[in-house]
T-cell receptor, first 109, second 115 residues
């Protein structure tokens, strides 16, 4: 399974942008980059995914490096409700999701 | 649209016992995956069911087994419980054929404690 490296924890102030990094130097050409998050006492929640191009949706933006060896999840204006563990996952077709320990994001009021 | 539901919410069992956990998929979803999440760790893939057949399994022993029913609901059975089986068990459903979907919808989980 392709591996990802994320910081253990990050802190942000409310209403400021948050950039959550993920390194995946061994990514293969067919690996999709997925982000899920897990709020306290809940199951994980899909955030966004991409292959090569940057992606935007109502929750976040995903910026993918040109060499695809790293990516950044961007929350444009953090709210207290965004405090969660964020998981960056590489997944090829036919493979299951492999979750690492993720990044615990704290949002300060 | 009804989300993924799991029952029971919490469960306490004794070592050596057997347990059955249940999951109802989100409406319109035909694939169910089960995960085990130990405290402070990310979820670990147990297995996936698609149209009532097991389709993919993680590194878990055979005493972890499952079923998917015609209405796409699912059960996770664990025999001969061990203390290390204490964890949050998560069920996730998706719409597409196995392993191809990008979005999985997770339930709130069942917290199993083995004493």
């Amino acid at each position: 399974d392709a591996k990802t490296t994320q910081p253990n924890s990050m802190e942000s102030n409310e209403e400021e942008p948050v950039h959550l990094p993920c390194n995946h130097s061994t990514i293969s050409g067919t690996d999709y980059i997925h982000w899920y998050r897990q709020l306290p006492s809940q199951g994980p929640e899909y955030v966004i995914h991409g292959l090569t191009s940057n992606v935007n949706n109502r929750m976040a933006s995903l910026a993918i490096a040109e060499d695809r060896k790293s990516s950044t999840l961007i929350l444009h204006r953090a709210t207290l409700r965004d405090a969660a563990v964020y998981y960056c996952i590489l997944r090829d077709y036919g493979q299951n999701f492999v979750f690492g320990p993720g990044t615990r994001l704290s949002v300060l009021p | 649209e009804t989300g993924v539901t799991q029952s029971p919410t919490h469960l306490i069992k004794t070592r050596g016992q057997q347990v059955t956990l249940r999951c109802s998929s989100q409406s319109g979803h035909n694939t169910v995956s089960w995960y085990q999440q130990a405290l402070g760790q990310g979820p670990q893939f147990i297995f996936q069911y698609y149209r009532e057949e097991e389709n993919g399994r993680g590194n878990f022993p055979p005493r972890f087994s499952g079923l998917q029913f015609p209405n796409y609901s699912s059960e996770l059975n664990v025999n001969a419980l061990e203390l290390d089986d204490s964890a949050l068990y998560l069920c996730a459903s998706s719409r597409d054929s196995p392993m191809l979907g990008h979005e999985q919808y997770f339930g709130p989980g069942t917290r199993l404690t083995v004493t």
